[in-house]
Every structure is written in C-alpha cells, then in structure tokens.
C-alpha cells in the first residue's frame, strides 16, 4: 500500500520548461503546491564544458528516468516499431531547460490560426489530405500577455521586429504585435554572422537575431553569456542560460508555497468514482507514496503525459485517463527539422566559441510570409545561421566529397576545414495526420514492467515540399556568402523521436477531438491539467519551449482565477 | 614516408602491443612526430611522457592489432602527432573499463574479424600488412564488404569500423581528463583555440584576427567541477 501524504491544493508532475513556469503563478496566488520531479538538482559545478560527457555520453543527468522509458518508433502502422537509442530529453529540477538551446520564440499569429487563414486566402482544398489540423482555440493577441510575462520572469535576450504593431528592420517583421521590447539585447554576432546577414539583405532578405532565454546583460541577479562553445545539451557553469531551476522555480520556492520532491518517479493519477482526479502515486526508489491533490497539472514530456494518461485505467476511464473519446495520442507530430543543408567555405568561420541560439534568422519563408497560391503546400520554415562548433564534432565533419574521412590525406582537409562547415537549422510548418500517433507499444515496458510510448509518424507530401522549397532557399543563402560546397539531406522519412514533440492531448474546444479544452484542463476529468507542447495542435516553424511556457502560466493563472469552479 | 621510417613506426607499434600504447618512449615520439615543424600550427607543447601498465581490456595481441587500426585511421604525419601518440588506446581501454563497458566484447570480436579478414583476402596478419594494405583493409571494413563468417565479420563489418572511428576521434579530440588528447595534439590538429568560459567580445575580435593563442586546458583544470569519475595522475584512479 502506498504511504497517504498530507493533501495538497495542485500537485504539478515534472518541474521542467512548462511546470517549472506553472508553479510560480499558483504560489504566487496563495495556493499549497506540491512538484514532484523524477530528477535531482543539478547545479553550475556539474556543467564541465566537455563534450565527451554532454554530447557523447548523456552523462549531466544524476536520474535517468526517460533513459528506461525511451519510446519505440515507426513510420507506419505496417510495420513493427523499435526503440530509439537514446531519450532526447533530462531529467532534473528544471527538465531539459538546463542543456536546452534556449531560442525562446513567439509563434507567429498565423500558427494559431493555420485552417482559417488557409481557407481564407486560399480555399478549403489546400488544406492537406489526412490532415487533423485545426484551428488553435485562441489566437496570438489572447496568448500575448503570457509570453510578456514568461519572457520577464525567465528572461529572455532578443530585438523586438513589430512593437504595438510599429515594425522594425532590426527585428522579425512577421511576428505578431509584442507589447514591450525584450527585457535584454540580442546575442551578439561574429563576423561570420555579419557576413551571412550581408548575403542575406543582397537577396532581399530582412535578416534579424534570435531571441534565447541567456542572459546578455545582468538580470535576475546573474551576469550575461560567456559565448564557451558547450551550450548545445550543457549547461551552463555562468549561469547565463535562465532554466527554470535558476529562475522561475526558485521564485516560486521562496513564496514558502511550493514543496519540491525530487526522485518521484510518478507511476499513476487517481480518480474517484466521478472521474476527479484525487492524486497521484509516485515512487521514491522503492518506496511508494501517495500524494492527495485537488487538482493534478501534468508536466512531464510529451511522451510521459500521454503515457501516464493511458498507463492511468480506471472504472471511468478504462482506456486511460481522459481517453473515454479515444483522444489521447492522436494529432502526434514531431517537427521536421531534418533536411538538412550544409556548407563549406573557403574561409575560417572563427565558429569555436557560440551557441546554437546565436546567430541569423530569416522569416520570409516560413509560415504564410509569403504567397503560396502557385505552389503545392501550406506553411514554410525558418532559416537559422548559428553558431555550434565542438572539436570531436568539428572533426566529424563530412568531407563535402573531398575524400576519405580518415587517414593522412583526411588530415589534411580537417586541418584547414575543421573550421570551415556550416550547417542550417531549418524548422519546418507540419501537421498532425490521421494516421500520425502515440500508444502503449505492445512488445517493450520499462524497468518497472509498464510499456513504453510507441510513435507511429511519417512526415507527408506536405512537409517534404516545404523542406524542398526552403531547402532551395537556404543553398541560394550559402551560394550567396561564398559557400563552395552545399551539400543536402533527405526532405522525408519516419518522424521519431523529437526535443520537439507535440500533440497527443491536443487544445480545443471540441472535445470529440481534442483532450484539453481551451485553459489546458481535461474535457473529461475537470480538475486534471495537462502542460507543456502535448497541447499544441501546429508546430510553427521555430522551437516550441517559450509557447509551452506561454500556456503553462496561462492554465496556472486561470486555475488561481478559477479555483472554486475547478477544484470543486 | 619513406621505408626506414615505416618499419620504425611498425617498431613502435609492437612496443604499443606489449606494453600498452602509452609506453611509447619519448625517442620513439620525436622520431615519429620529426617534422611537426612544417605544420602550419606549431607543435610547441612536448607530449606528456607517460608509463603504464598494458591495456586491461585487451590481450597484447589485440591491442597490436587496434594499435594499427587506430594508426592508419589518425596517422602520425608531417602534420603532427596521431591518434596513437594522442593517447586513444588509453582512451578506448578506460572507456571499455567504464562508459563503453557494453562494448569490449564487440571490440575482441571485430579484432579478430579484422584480423581473419585481412588473413584471407590479404594473405598475412594485418599488423604485417604495408600501410597500402592496410587502409585498403580497413575501406573494405568501413564499406562492409569484410563480411562472411569464417572469412571476416559475421555482422556487418561498417559497424566495427564505425565504433572504433568514433572512440578514436573522441580520444584524439576530446577533454584530456578521459586519457586522450595528450599534449592537445587533436585539438592543435583542428586548430581549435581551446577551453574558455568566457569569451570577450575583444577575444572574439582577436580570435577573427588569428590573434588569440590557445588556452591549453582541460575543462577540469578550472577546479569549479566536478568530473564524472576522476583518474588520479598514474591512471589508476579509473573505476575498475
């Protein structure tokens, strides 16, 4: 029997991007916050710059609860789905925020409006076969005051493009109207960078820099980036990059509200013969608790909310908590951020010490930025010029055609070249299908016995003519700076495992077809919330994290709003 | 390269073979990075001279023979020191005592299917083999055309190849705290400035320049971290 545990008002399962961000509003309001986190604390002395434990073993991680619950993957329900090598995502107090990249965009105001829009200018036939896209069931100017905020509490650096609707060039002018500038500058740029924004404006491209959650000036009581190299899954020994264990969590601690258990490896919700949601039970190595809540915010990952969702049976719900229309799991995509497009240049790139969230984006193909009435899809992608150089990487690097990858003459190259690659970020519009899903694989459970998640997604038609068609983009980009090799992956394939992973307990007021309704709570079990991109129903074409925040404090203020009608 | 060299260097490598390839003598060294003058980025910092004990995850057969591999896949060249004198035997020996423990059966068992491959296409043991022999044994390898039981490998040759490649560049241009790196001849090699936390803008400016001179440091010679598993200086330190 697990041990019963003094009752709590909210019970938020994970302290990552989303429920890291969500426990500061309810503290805040007063309300007696319990966050249960599989992880540890982690903190600036485990952040050794040091690729061979960051990018090749996996190693910051004290717990490593999603190594034991990697999913299984497969393009189609055809075939028999294996599991994935490695989880993408960290346990600890502040989730995968510690060794994220950190870009922190706003969706543009076309993402949540993506079937309306499309009909609108280009009829109802454009929108793709097998496609469950819908609109969002609330637009960019309603989620607006929410990114404003997460942006200040968390911190995040980057040039406004469209302030109050004044656009300027320094910013993205296809962003949605932002209430106030960004509280810190943009990430500085190297010559390299300036260089690809002179390439960029010769073709008549409006180039900008990106926003990220690092600090570029002092804010929030610690100093700005050290630009060291070791960004890309590190964390970082200044404490420049703003992780909710260093921000919003902290914060939230201090209202003496929030009481963090770290090690609780949460195996179900609970449910009362009504359908409520009355706790969860967790394990704490082999010691099970039972942890009583009004009302229960899941903020696990993607993949570990729908799991827990249909891992949680009951006389309510018999296949899996708030699943009684068959609703959890579908509208599953992982963003297509493959495809993609490398470069040689003749010249040094002077790349060493950057990050991933500094460099030079272009809008103007991505999202509905541009016409789309002679061309077969809807939605386009982001181009990104960053910085990421680590020397086992470096030295990795394809020879462009150039001869063998190792051996005297190979030497040679990576002497002069090592320096000298450069690869796009491309992210890509895609869309949720039909037949793109999560459920419990039938073959593979973690240690504990339970199954793991199994992915069921290919990118279609849709996706692959837009990685075509910025795929063009980006090479006439690279030709432009100088490149004299560009080099192109495949446009299409099975979706797998993502860091960018969304749908599968979708937003929307319809509750045939979505989990949650419009404030993120169930359609079903009225005082169960769901955090984080399992939410969203449209990827856009940039990183979901500062959107996930955006709605994470959005439902936690409207449960502190809402409370008697919520927690019953 | 001319022959005199060459079997020097096969010297060398039998040395490796029997007594570990951190054994090599500071003589061997210079004889085999003479020349390391030329290279564009001087080679000014003398390889550290280490001693230890043979490789306790693989017989001395064995690591003669991955000795080779890992020569003729990083060579010691006019550019400077190879993946040998950097240290990636002791590198793959401590990472098959710890992080890469699942991996020691398939380095014995692809060892030896190199070597049987080499027996019967090339007709001689691949340490006996001419470096033109032996990198066209290793293509053959990296391709996964070195297939077939009882003449090479049972499973696919190119995975064998492709984990060996991958620890020798994590050797050669990884932090130096996991054994490899020695001297920071990887990271000379690539040209890469070194560990910093913080890069000024002037650094930056100067680093444009081909001004800043590399910091030659491990990530745990800052003293603010704490290492996974520390090896204590004689290397013995490792969790065995």
Request: net charge negative.
């Amino acid at each position: 029997m697990p041990r019963q545990l003094a009752a709590a008002d909210v019970v938020v399962v994970g302290l990552g991007a989303a429920g890291g961000v969500a426990v500061l509003p309810l503290a805040q309001a007063g309300l007696d916050v319990v966050g249960l986190e599989a992880g540890t604390w982690l903190d600036r002395r485990d952040f050794a710059p040091d690729e061979i434990r960051n990018n090749v073993r996996d190693w910051p991680m004290l717990v490593k609860k999603t190594e034991q619950e990697r999913p299984t993957s497969r393009a189609n329900a055809s075939q028999t789905a294996n599991q994935i090598g490695s989880h993408p995502m960290m346990n600890a107090v502040g989730g995968t925020t510690l060794h994220y990249w950190a870009q922190s965009w706003r969706l543009n105001p076309w993402d949540f409006r993506v079937v309306s829009e499309t009909m609108r200018r280009y009829g109802r036939a454009r929108i793709p076969v097998g496609s469950t896209v819908q609109d969002w069931p609330l637009d960019y100017a309603e989620l607006e005051p929410f990114y404003d905020v997460v942006e200040r509490e968390i911190g995040v650096s980057g040039q406004a493009g469209n302030l109050r609707g004044q656009i300027d060039p320094r910013g993205n002018q296809f962003e949605g109207a932002r209430e106030r500038e960004y509280p810190m500058p943009a990430l500085r740029w190297t010559a390299f960078h300036e260089r690809m924004a002179e390439a960029a404006r010769g073709l008549g491209w409006n180039p900008f820099p990106g926003p990220a959650a690092i600090n570029t000036a002092e804010y929030g009581g610690r100093g700005g980036c050290g630009y060291h190299g070791y960004c890309n899954k590190g964390g970082c020994p200044l404490d420049a990059k703003n992780s909710t264990h260093l921000t919003t969590i902290p914060k939230a601690l201090a209202t003496g509200n929030l009481r963090v258990v770290t090690r609780a490896h949460v195996t179900t919700v609970q449910v009362d013969r009504d359908g409520r949601a009355t706790g969860v039970n967790y394990l704490v190595g082999n010691n099970e608790y039972f942890q009583p809540a009004r009302v229960v915010l899941l903020a696990s990952y993607t993949y570990e909310n729908v799991r827990l969702l249909l891992l949680s049976k009951s006389d309510p719900y018999p296949n899996g908590l708030s699943n009684n229309r068959g609703q959890v799991g579908r509208h599953y995509f992982s963003h297509h951020q493959g495809a993609a497009v490398s470069a040689l240049f003749p010249y040094d790139l002077k790349a060493w010490y950057g990050l991933p969230a500094q460099g030079v984006a272009i809008d103007e193909w991505a999202d509905d930025n541009f016409d789309h009435a002679d061309l077969d899809f809807i939605g386009g992608g982001n181009l990104w010029a960053m910085s990421d150089r680590r020397p086992i990487a470096a030295a990795n690097m394809g020879t462009f055609g150039r001869g063998r990858t190792w051996g005297s003459a190979w030497k040679r190259f990576i002497h002069e070249n090592a320096d000298r690659s450069h690869g796009f970020y491309i992210q890509k519009t895609t869309l949720p299908y039909e037949d793109n899903f999560l459920d419990l694989d039938p073959r593979v459970n973690d240690a504990l016995g339970f199954p793991v998640i199994r992915i069921t997604g290919e990118f279609k038609d849709n996706e692959r003519r837009v990685a075509a068609f910025v795929q063009d983009k980006a090479e006439a980009w690279y030709r432009a700076a100088g490149a004299i090799e560009v080099t192109r992956g495949g446009v299409g394939g099975a979706m797998g495992a993502s860091t960018h992973a969304y749908g599968g307990t979708r937003m929307g007021d319809d509750p045939e077809t979505n989990v949650v309704d419009r404030w993120g709570f169930s359609h079903e079990a009225p005082n169960l919330g769901v955090l984080g991109a399992s939410v969203m129903g449209t990827s856009g074409a940039r990183n979901p994290t500062l959107t996930a925040q955006a709605l994470a404090w959005r439902t936690a203020a409207h449960l502190a709003e809402s409370w008697s009608s919520i927690a019953g | 390269m001319n022959e005199d060299v060459r079997i020097s260097r096969r010297d060398l490598l039998k040395v490796a073979g029997a007594a570990g390839a951190a054994a090599l003598t500071p003589s061997a060294l210079s004889a085999a990075t003479s020349g390391a003058a030329t290279s564009a980025t001087p080679v000014a910092v003398a390889l550290p001279v280490v001693t230890s004990a043979p490789l306790l995850n693989l017989t001395a057969a064995e690591t003669e023979i991955l000795a080779a591999i890992v020569d003729r896949l990083i060579p010691s060249d006019e550019l400077g020191p190879g993946a040998l004198e950097a240290g990636a035997l002791r590198f793959i020996d401590r990472a098959l005592s710890e992080a890469e423990s699942s991996s020691a059966d398939a380095y014995r068992a692809g060892i030896a299917a190199l070597d049987r491959y080499s027996r019967y296409s090339r007709g001689a043991a691949f340490v006996d083999l001419s470096s033109r022999d032996q990198d066209s044994v290793l293509i053959d390898v990296q391709s996964g055309a070195a297939t077939g039981a009882g003449t090479g490998f049972e499973g696919s040759s190119a995975a064998f190849f492709n984990l060996v490649k991958d620890h020798t560049w994590q050797g050669t241009f990884g932090d130096p705290q996991y054994g490899g790196n020695a001297g920071f001849a990887g990271w000379d090699l690539i040209r890469y400035p070194g560990v910093r936390l913080r890069v000024t803008d002037e650094e930056q400016r100067m680093l444009e320049a081909d001004e800043l001179e590399p910091a030659r440091r491990s990530a745990y010679d800052f003293g603010q971290f704490q290492a996974q598993s520390a090896p204590s200086s004689n290397g013995s330190g490792d969790a065995r």
